[in-house]
């Protein structure tokens, strides 16, 4: 018995020392990004794996653009719908965490209670989805830049691990930079130049208020949900949130 034991003990250890080792191998370069841009992330590349195994034309409209190029009525609608305290913490918001928590586990109430199974002894919480507005900006760029779709734990894992890496090695200002710079804002389109020119025909530096806020409201589901082709009504409905909430934003850089 113990013979075995010892065994399954060290074939455990080996099993972690290759993961391990395998993490520090494809760990990406972080520090780079003080000074380089990234021309792909791992979100651009999947897009355009899952059109062409779609049989669909892969598009990639992408413009890098200096942050002081960008309109401050970008940076402050984006922050006041993605991550309002962006300059108070470390790259993760544990309020909102604590409240995705919550959330999740009434939810997760409700739906035992409605389905008779839910026993108030023996009943386990689900796991929180930790949607929009559990996730910072800087948790938002770790995903998009290394991270696959995948949903589970070793990816939330990776994703935290990633995101201390951006605080610690990029300021802010460049951490909001490379995410302007980087996320979805439609089929094909990616960053806030992009953008601009494709839904208002100007370059970021000349956003309105109410232009950077249709943006912003866009953000979180830009190809469903906040299309602005399948969902105007939506997007506008969220513009007028966010520019209630803009001017609370100060930028700190």
Do not use: C
Request: charged content about 25%; hydrophobic content about 40%; glycine content about 4%.
């Amino acid at each position: 018995m113990w013979y075995w034991t010892k065994v399954l003990f060290l074939t455990l250890i080996g099993a972690i020392a290759v993961w391990l080792t395998y993490e520090l191998i494809t760990f990406p370069s972080i520090a780079k990004l003080r000074t380089e841009n990234p021309a792909s992330t791992s979100m651009i590349e999947y897009r355009i794996s899952e059109a062409v195994s779609e049989g669909r034309e892969p598009r990639k409209y992408m413009i890098w653009t200096p942050i002081d190029q960008i309109s401050p009525h970008l940076h402050r609608a984006v922050l006041a719908g993605e991550d309002a305290r962006f300059f108070e913490h470390n790259g993760f918001d544990w309020e909102a965490i604590q409240k995705a928590w919550d959330d999740a586990v009434k939810e997760g109430e409700r739906e035992a209670k409605e389905s008779g199974d839910f026993d108030p002894n023996a009943w386990i919480p689900p796991m929180p989805q930790f949607k929009r507005g559990a996730s910072t900006v800087t948790q938002q760029l770790a995903k998009n830049l290394y991270l696959s779709e995948d949903r589970n734990f070793l990816r939330k894992g990776r994703e935290a691990v990633y995101t201390y890496f951006l605080e610690r090695n990029l300021s802010k200002k460049r951490i909001l930079e490379v995410y302007l710079n980087v996320i979805e804002w439609g089929d094909g389109i990616y960053g806030a130049e992009a953008a601009s020119r494709h839904y208002f025909n100007k370059n970021a530096s000349n956003l309105t208020r109410e232009e950077a806020a249709f943006l912003a409201a866009m953000i979180p589901s830009p190809l469903n949900v906040f299309n602005p082709e399948k969902n105007r009504k939506r997007v506008v409905r969220r513009q007028r949130v966010l520019l209630k909430y803009m001017n609370s934003i100060k930028l700190q850089y």
